[in-house]
């Protein structure tokens, strides 16, 4: 599940180097060209009032990522973990800042780019720690602030935790807008999605619902039902209301089977060395983009190549027949790319010696994919005959 989540993490961040702070150009935009008020830098007025302004802005676009069936099809994976820890907070859509970007924009009017752009990033390290289970309540703090209590509630799939609590970093906004809920001794929450994912391909977790939708769409009678499936709640049919009916959502209580599927020992060390090489390729990859060492085409290679990996990754993780089969393919990419792609060795920012031992690795990691590979069709034959 933490690996899950780390590589839901590292999809969003790699996702950043092809929209390029998009929400932060925006805003520029607006500021330079349509500000009614010249707020100062300096002034403290500004900063406190996009503090409320950048959490308020954050609640609604939190409430409409819940609300709205087509912007829940993004944020669903943040949901999608059945542990409440601080890896969990990593899980984040690629998709979401390009529908939520407007509920900030009011600001630009306003606040100066640089107020917001700290104000984003303080809200967002704000909401890493609140995802724990070390911390019980807070005391009085519980009335004003998000705390680890009020939103182990929010990623609840019991029935009294659907839709509450959507703070960022002040709760008063629930208690005011109708949907806070406190955290109940008496029903421990379970976490996860309503229908569970039961996945660790951190592809499919992003994807998953908007297939859903597709057919969704195509199975509903009339156009302006379809049209109500993309706007109301993801849990909404023809004759409910927006949201849907909160009866038809599993009655769920503590304690709840967690989907887990468990490799091999030597299985799990293959991938845990693979997923921390991949990693490591990762952090080169969004360091070099920030600079001219990288052409564009080289960074959009590398994210498409962390992406392979970690797809390949959750594949083993779930047992897919033809999981072996794909890795094989990976591994051989992964060698054509280090010795034959000119952006392979500045990638990796290793010495000849570092370049011949990660060569060393996919070898024999080449070998052993194969070898599962032919057991693998082996297998799916002998079946295919039986049959």
Known sequence: ?????????????????????????????VWNNYRVWDLSVESRFGWWACL????LGYYFAHRVGHEVNIFWAAHQIHHSSEDYNLTTALRQSIFQKLGSFFYYMPLAFFIPPTHFLVHSQLNLLYQFWIHTEVFDRLGPLEWILNTPSHHRVHHGRNRYCIDKNYAGFLIIWDRIFGTFEAERSDDPVV????????????????????????WRFF???????KFKMLINGPGWSPGQPRTGCIEDI????HPQPKFDRTLPSPFLVYVVTHFLLNMWIYEKIIFFSKSTILSSFSSYAGVGFITLGLTSFGM????????PAFELCRILLSLGLLWFWEGGT?????PRVGVYAVTGLYVVSAYSALVLTVRQ??????KKKVN
Not at 52 to 55: R, V
Not at 346 to 350: C, E, Q, Y
């Open 377 to 382: 069709l082996s297998v799916h034959y002998s």
């Open 346 to 350: 500045t990638v990796l920012d290793l």
């Open 52 to 55: 409320l302004g950048y959490d």
């Open 250 to 253: 599993p009655d769920i209580h």
């Open 1 to 29: 599940d933490g690996i899950s989540s780390l590589s839901a993490g590292m999809l969003d961040q790699m996702s950043r180097v092809i929209f390029l702070s998009f929400e932060a150009t925006l805003y520029a935009m």
């Open 219 to 225: 199975e509903i009678e009339g156009l302006g039902n």
């Open 191 to 214: 976490y996860g999605l309503v229908h569970p994912l039961d996945s660790w391909n951190p592809l499919h977790a992003q994807m998953c619902h908007y297939r859903y939708m597709f």
């Open 316 to 323: 083993l993780f779930d047992h897919r027949p033809f999981a």
